[in-house]
């Protein structure tokens, strides 16, 4: 009886642990919000990520993580990127 209630209370531990881990990945994968006025107005002027990343000098995988979160974007890439969709820098902001 007391394997079967330490294997239990071992196996409860475990997964409550792993679910853990699982969240502070996510919230460190994150670091801030996605831009989804960005994402938007690139689809409203039928540009690509890749339209955009090539004139900031930027591989497509490098945007697309700056513009959902999972890096930032240097305030001079930030300015370059409002230029390039013709909006005002306030995009950016939540």
């Known amino acids: 009886m007391y394997k079967k209630l330490l294997t ?5 531990c475990i997964l409550k642990l792993s679910e853990t881990i699982t969240t502070t990945r ?14 938007g107005k ?4 039928n540009m690509t990520y890749t339209d955009v990343a090539d004139k900031l000098g930027l591989s497509h995988a ?9 890096s930032d974007f240097l305030v001079s890439e ?6 390039i969709l013709s909006t005002d820098i306030r ?4």
């Open 8 to 12: 239990v209370t071992t196996t409860s």
């Open 26 to 39: 996510k919230e460190i994968a994150m670091k801030h919000e996605p831009y989804q006025k960005v994402k």
């Open 42 to 45: 690139i689809r409203e002027l």
């Open 62 to 70: 490098s945007l697309c993580d700056k513009i959902n979160g999972k």
């Open 78 to 83: 930030a300015i370059l990127v409002a230029d």
């Open 91 to 94: 995009i950016f902001l939540p």
